[in-house]
């Protein structure tokens, strides 16, 4: 029998969902079609507090674009994501895209100071980082005295660390991560998974961790789900779906 769970029993699985039923985020059924194209195939998954889920499978599938409905940078064209336990359109797009941080596979920073970098989420909603705030997001990172530097002199490695800052600087309670460490060597990227373990333990985040590393998910993430060609095809713990399912 194949051991990874088939998805439609894994979301009826109390064990599967945390928060007891209710995830901090939940998808249920999303689906994002364009024109006769499916690139998300009614998804439904919860994530809860302090827990981080793997997503992973062939490229193509359509794990980042599940990612952008998380965050309503696109629109599900059926089903909706529940935010502890309200449906996101009811939620005002800045509030939401402020509790939802994203990270992606580069950093993309804004020419400047990384000062500059992390108080442009706050100042946008009318607030001012305090030097207190910006030493401490910095020492989170592992980047203390790091407010200063521009950030054109960071190496790749640091300018993830910073966009993560930049992202925690909205003070998000949940994160999605889109191959957050794909475009870094291999003692960066533990540095960067590292961060994801500390502040979804510390923070009590749901994270949700789009990565084609096995490895990577086995160690971040209890439970991964599989994807493919827009569907869920696994959704349990990670060592049975990975070992069901060989990543492309
Ligand atoms: N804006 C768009 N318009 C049309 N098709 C799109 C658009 N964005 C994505 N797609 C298509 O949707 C499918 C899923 O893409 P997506 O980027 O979500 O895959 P992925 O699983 O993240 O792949 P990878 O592992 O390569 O990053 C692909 O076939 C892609 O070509
Ligand atoms: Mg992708």
């Avoid at 969902?17 to 195939?41: H, N, W, Y």
């Avoid at 705030?133 to 490695?157: A, F, H, M, Q």
Wanted: one cysteine or more.
């Amino acid at each position: 029998m194949n051991p990874a769970i088939d998805s439609a029993d894994a979301v009826s699985d109390p064990d599967c969902l945390a928060d007891g039923g209710q995830g901090l985020v939940e998808a249920r059924g999303v689906t994002r079609k364009l024109g006769s194209r499916v690139l998300v195939d009614d998804v439904s998954v919860a994530v809860g507090h302090s827990e981080i889920l793997a997503v992973t499978g062939p490229s193509g599938a359509g794990k980042s674009s599940f990612l952008r409905l998380v965050n309503r940078l696109d629109e599900p064209t059926e089903g909706t994501i529940f935010l502890k336990g309200r449906d996101y359109r009811q939620i005002d797009t800045p509030d939401l895209r402020r509790r939802v941080g994203m990270v992606m596979q580069t950093a993309n920073l804004f020419p400047g100071t990384v000062r500059g970098n992390l108080s442009f989420g706050p100042a946008q909603r009318h607030q001012t980082l305090r030097d207190q705030e910006i030493d401490e997001l910095l020492l989170k990172v592992g980047l203390p005295g790091y407010g200063g530097r521009d950030v054109n002199t960071l190496s790749g490695g640091e300018a993830q660390r910073i966009s993560f800052a930049r992202t925690l600087a909205n003070s998000p309670n949940i994160l999605l991560l889109d191959e957050p460490t794909s475009a870094l060597d291999e003692d960066s990227g533990r540095a960067i998974e590292e961060l994801i373990l500390k502040v979804s333990s510390d923070e009590q985040m749901a994270c949700i961790l789009v990565t084609h590393n096995a490895s990577q998910a086995l160690r971040l993430a209890k439970r991964t789900m599989y994807m493919a060609r827009g569907k869920v095809v696994a959704l349990g713990p990670s060592k049975e779906v990975l070992d069901a399912h060989s990543i492309v």
